[in-house]
């Protein structure tokens, strides 16, 4: 606005903060005039101040001129030889003084280019221009803030460097991008702030940051000023051995882990371990264990601690919970420096009511569907995401991507993919709304899904997307050209369900549902899976892992280590959830730590044996895992024992792999079955590389077939066979010696 003169519309307009580009007005100006020489123009609105002197260095103090009783001051003067920024001397009516840069001296940061990427959806590292961003300006330090609401008449920057008044720092609208901006000089790192957005219909609300990358210790939820440049990286040798390896052929076995209850620190009030804590205790632990990766329950910021991380409010915010986002990054860098990869749950398919999240963000559906039929999980109390919109697909994206630029994470398991796919996910008749095409698949996720996959990996070669989805959708860990969503990975959720209602049958019983353990392999290779035990199964009255298993407590701990070790041997990569490994009795809960006293107890202390055992046998054997996807790497032996409930097939490693074939055998009752003969491709001498019935685990030995050697009798339509006495709830694997 090069003019000198406001008009009382425009003044009152400023005063009420009802005005939506104010850098227009207020801040430095130089109007050019027609007849006259070039005047400079600084206009400041502080509503509390008696006078306002404008201060260069080496210029005398220039007083300003009160043009509105509200606090709007300025300054009509001849043009100096050069613009620097200068301070304002602010004496308020109480007699208190200030000295401060003006925030509207800045001019806009935000280029048309920015906006326009934004507004297209395509603008991949938005974060990096939206929320608070510490930064010098012209030798000034400070923060820029900035936010979407394209539907607000106005948008301040509230905290606890303005007194929370929301007429001190209106913010600047952008062209007509819906962004709003303002540099705010001498705001310091760990500041509080939100934003007050005032809506069409003049309401004002108090929002958080969708932006920020910090915030308050939970009750709490005012987003926090903070710098996450600073960190010395020390995992090049893991993000360059990442870029070039193939994951598919690779051993993956995932601890899946809940922060906040893995283990506490009882002494002192029975708080968390921080993520500097969790660096020394449970990197080492994962180490020992033989797991390749740590999965993560959701590390973004959540208000409640009984939604385990998954009702987010603050999507670019590691929890507070457990420290700071540098603590966080030595965590991941920990991690990979002892060759372990860092998984973590990302949850975009819904997002909390919570009045101060992104729920009705600028008094309008901004983020959700304004229809209920769309834009609500009843389920849950939560909404979903508008995928249609650009802006909310480019928030989601850019949001993915952080996780990976900033903190050098591994891969993100996509919580609830089955509610995005489908628009009738849990919802009844007449309480859904097809799509364009009169169907139930949800087009836009569809396509927010695959355009996530494609960004991703085109930024981050080696790095792993994990599906968790439920149903038979067709092509989840297919390539985007050919249709498929283009995850790596799947859960294999199917698996799962089977299985387990598999082994908590009693055994005299398992002959008459021997298709729960055989079933799975009719569409093993159909998607890459990933086979979990994970948290959702050991919580509301679903009983641990081994309290699902029937029998004495011997037979309990002979049918876990039974489970654990046909995970093992099924083609796909591996998952467990935190606790299970050493037979916590009690179901997982947040509020507590793992029952960590259990190791107390011999019984438990060798279940942790056995699990430690059966993940370095996998990770010994290429054969495990090189060729987990192709039929070519599995061969059933016999599937149809159901009368003994007996398995056993072999696997083989891809065309590099050195090793024989590896024969396993899977009795799936308490009795020992003697002399029992399986056929084998190859004749020569057997050598028996795991038996879960081993004594240090708390088996019973019953097996002491070391060597064996294979007999010329033809059996089940292969050359050779072995005759193997089957030790109780129990299996074996045997490999031809070399």
Known sequence: MSRIKLSDAEKDALVAANFQTPRSVLGFHEVKRTTQPPVWVIRVLEHDAASIQVLWEEQEPLSMEKIHDGGLFELVMAPLKELTPYKLKITYVNGVEVLRNDPYYFTPQLTEYDCYLFNQGNHHQIYRKLGSHPTNIE?????????????????????DFNLWDGRKNPMHLVGHSGIWEVFIPHVKQGAFYKYEIKDRHGSIRLKT?????????????????????????????????RKNSNIYKEPVSIYEVHLGSWRRVPHEENRFLTYREAADQLIPYVKDMGYTHIELLPVAEHPLDASWGYQVIGFFAVTSRFGTPHDFMYFVDRCHQEGIGVLVDW???????????????????????????????????????????????????????????????????????????????????????????????????????????????????????????????????????????????????????????????TPVYRKYDHHLITFSLMYAFSENFILPISHDEVVHGKSSLLSKMPGDAWQQRANFRLYLFFQMAHPGKQLLFMGSEFGQWLEWSEARSLDWHLLEFHEHRQLQDFCRENNWFYRRYPTLYTNDFSWKGFEWIDLHDNDNSVLSFLRRGDENTQDPPIIFVINATPVPRNQYMIGVPDSGLYHKIFDTDSPRFGGSGYNRQDTIHSGSLEWQGRPYSLCLDLPPLAGVAFSLKQ
């Not at 969708?210 to 915030?215: F, G, L, S």
């Not at 994206?397 to 996910?425: C, E, K, P, Q, T």
């Open 139 to 159: 030798g000034v330090d400070g923060v820029l803030f900035a936010v979407w609401a394209p539907n607000a008449q106005r948008v301040s920057v509230v905290g």
């Open 209 to 241: 940051d969708p932006y920020c990358v910090a915030m308050e210790q939970r009750p709490s939820t005012a987003s926090m000023v903070y710098d996450l440049e600073g960190h010395q990286w020390n995992d090049r040798g893991w993000l360059d051995h």
């Open 347 to 505: 949850v975009p398919g819904h997002f909390p009511k919570d009045e101060t999240g992104l729920v009705y963000f600028d008094g309008t559906h901004l983020y959700e569907h304004e229809d209920t039929r769309k834009g609500e999980h009843l389920e849950w109390g939560t909404l979903v995401f508008n995928y249609g919109r650009h802006e909310v697909s480019n928030f989601l994206i850019s949001n993915a991507l952080f996780w990976f630029d900033v903190y050098h994470i591994d891969g993100i398991r996509v919580d609830a993919v089955a509610s995005m796919l489908y628009l009738d996910y849990g919802r009844k008749e007449g309480e859904w709304l097809p799509n364009k095409y009169g169907g139930k698949e949800n087009v836009d996720a569809i396509d927010f899904m695959r355009r996530l996959n494609e960004v991703l990996f085109s930024y981050h070669q080696g790095i792993l997307t994990v599906a968790e989805e439920s149903t038979s959708w067709t092509g989840v860990t297919h390539p985007t050209y050919t249709g498929g969503l283009g995850f790596n990975f799947k859960w294999n959720m199917g698996w799962m369900n089977d299985t387990l209602r598999y082994m908590s049958k």
